[in-house]
């Protein structure tokens, strides 16, 4: 199946290593220009060269803090300027689990939620100059299911999929598609669930039996996904939550 992303301006937040990763060595791979950040130039430059291997596309990126707004509009005007605008942004980073304290929730609010406001109010305009685009939020099971304890990660990422479902009302008429993928737990070398596997080995091993596929998913796998809800073969879908967890929710999603 032809994705059609050969030449499209795509931006990813947060895609040095993981998940945001994995989606833009796939993006490369489909022939699409990408742009990449994380907090380390060191991390960008050295992803740069490597994602410039996989595909023919341009590979840029630069560090930037989605913490700090004026960085961040910036990073995205710099990017969108380089490579002649921006048909697909992926506002990937999040502050991460946490419990206890005031702090979690006030990151959560400032990286997961106004990192994703922030980041559609400056690709949105870019996006009218061109033909449209495709806008997809990385929200996680944790919103959609009760998860470990309360905790505002779960909360701030379940308030990402309903601004989604709204943003794809509000600019449809734009052409502009907005969904979100909730991934389960994911496991790769140095994530999360790498050092809950270390640290609580029983956890861990519960959480894969309650899989109906029997394990974790893949970074790999959730880029599928992503990739797919951005491409215009997509193109009749907007507003949705796909879930991508080899069965470890189990209500029934009407
Ligand atoms: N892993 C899972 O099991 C799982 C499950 C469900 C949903 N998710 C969601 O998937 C997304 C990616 O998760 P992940 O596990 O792949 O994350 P990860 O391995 O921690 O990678 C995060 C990336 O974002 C960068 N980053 C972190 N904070 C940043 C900031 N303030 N500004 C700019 N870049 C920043 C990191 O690089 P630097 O540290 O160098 O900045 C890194 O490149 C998140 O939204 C997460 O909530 C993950």
Redesign the pocket.
Known sequence: MDLNLRKKNVLI?????????RIANLFAKEGANVAI????PE?VNKAVSEISLIGDGKIIGSS????NKEDYVSWINDMANELGGVDIFIP???A?GGTGSEKNWWENFE?DILGTVRGVEAVVPLMEQGQGGSIVM?S??AAIETFVAPQSYNAM?AALITYAKQLSQAHGDKGIRINSVS????YFDG???DKIKTSNEIFYEQTEKTHALGRLGT?EEVANAVVFLSSSVSSWITGVNLVVDGGYTKRVQF
């Open positions: 937040t947060g895609s040095t290593q993981g998940i945001g990763r950040c994380s907090r380390s991390s930037c803090d989605i913490k990937n980073v999040s991460g990286i990385i996680t099971t990422k991934p389960g737990p994911i994530g999360a669930w970074p």
